[in-house]
């Protein structure tokens, strides 16, 4: 506050101590000067933008954002005119052209706004899916929801995608994928898609709000529907824990894992010890995750928590090397352990016909 209160002090102490009447005296070349100092700075702003590699709505918006003189402009044509550098006439011409350029940048940027907008493209209406039942309803049809309907499709298990962007709609519906367009958080797009009669409601929405408002508006109106979701992180997986929906899938879970194994297979740990080790994290990961969500809303016992978890970590991992680590129990100790195995194979072998050859055997 006192830093806006400040600069309001500064901008009306200079204010008083323009002389307005140097306008009407000279509007001519204060106006050449205003033009000048703006038409410049904005030439020099948007080569050094296009320099620095901005594109140029970039480097255009840069230039004509700071087109105006600065304040520090005031302090030096003050400091001058004291030191019989400018004349006092000179100087209050000068800081009029500053404070006039100031005023033009909002203008400047309103035209811009006003020149640079683009036609606004008219929104499709919703598709309305053909009727089915016994289906798979998906919602979300990017790099995830893709993946769900290829395996669908292989299997001949009938889906409806949903998807809110119409180019995504329209690019996938060229590879003969069944995507219709529609937001699938609203009731009567999943109604005209028979949610109430799905086998199963895949989420796969990417935006975690988009995700959340369509969980709660299936779980809301379709009870009996497994929800089966995508989730973005831990958050995500908590909101969507507090609406009902049990199966839930981290995005990028699985591949770490399978990556960090080959990761640790790579440094030198045996095939055993990279398993051991993921597993172990996951199993660990899994159930912090569960005893989070208690209070996944509270930080501060989010961070104690999360601080013991580590610990209790790295002694499961220690104690799994630990007994990677031990040493196989030796063939003839094992022999011993099992004295009575030779006698009892021998009487089964004499147990049996002496006279067993193939002729003896039944035909199958």
Do not use: C
Not at 20 to 38: D, H, K, N, Y
Not at 102 to 109: E, G, I, Q
Not at 297 to 318: N, Y
């Amino acid at each position: 506050p006192f830093e806006a209160l400040l600069l309001g002090v500064f901008f009306t102490a200079i204010g008083l101590t323009l002389d307005i009447s140097a306008v009407m005296e000279q509007p001519g070349l204060i106006a050449i000067g205003v033009v000048g100092l703006v038409s410049v700075k904005i030439i020099i702003l948007y080569l050094i933008g296009r320099w620095q590699g901005l594109d140029g709505w970039a480097a255009r918006r840069l230039a004509l954002v700071l087109s105006q003189g600065g304040e520090f402009a005031f302090v030096v044509f003050a400091a001058a005119s004291q030191n019989s550098i400018l004349q006092s006439d000179e100087a209050n011409i000068l800081a009029v052209v500053v404070t006039l350029s100031m005023v033009t940048t909002p203008f400047l940027l309103m035209i811009d706004d006003y020149f640079d907008k683009e036609p606004v493209k008219p929104l499709p209406a919703f598709d309305t899916p053909p009727r089915t039942d016994q289906h798979v309803v998906i919602a979300g049809f990017g790099r995830f929801g893709q993946i769900v309907a290829r395996i669908l499709r292989a299997k001949r298990i009938p889906f409806t995608a949903l998807d809110i962007d119409p180019e995504q709609v329209s690019f996938v519906g060229q590879f003969d994928n069944k995507i219709y367009y529609g937001d699938a958080s609203r009731l009567n797009v999943l109604e005209a898609a028979e949610t109430g009669k799905a086998r199963a409601f895949i989420l796969a929405i990417d935006d975690i709000e988009t995700s959340v408002a369509t969980a709660q508006v299936v779980r809301r109106y379709f009870p009996n529907v497994p929800v089966y979701a995508r989730a973005r992180n831990r958050q995500h997986v908590h909101r969507l824990m507090d609406l009902g929906v049990e199966n839930i899938e981290r995005e990028t879970y699985h591949s770490a894992l399978e990556l960090t194994r080959d990761l640790l297979r790579g440094l030198g740990h045996s095939p055993q010890q990279a398993r051991y080790m993921v597993e172990t994290f996951k199993e660990h990961d899994e159930k912090r995750l569960f005893d989070d969500y208690k209070h996944y809303t509270d930080i501060e016992k989010i961070m104690s928590l999360a601080k013991r978890q580590s610990q209790e970590l790295e002694e499961l991992f220690a104690q799994d090397i630990q007994q990677l680590e031990k040493p196989a129990a030796k063939p003839d100790v094992a022999a011993k352990q099992k004295p009575a195995a030779t006698p009892a194979r021998k009487a089964d072998s004499t147990a049996k016909p002496a006279a067993e050859s193939p002729r003896e055997i039944a035909p199958t």
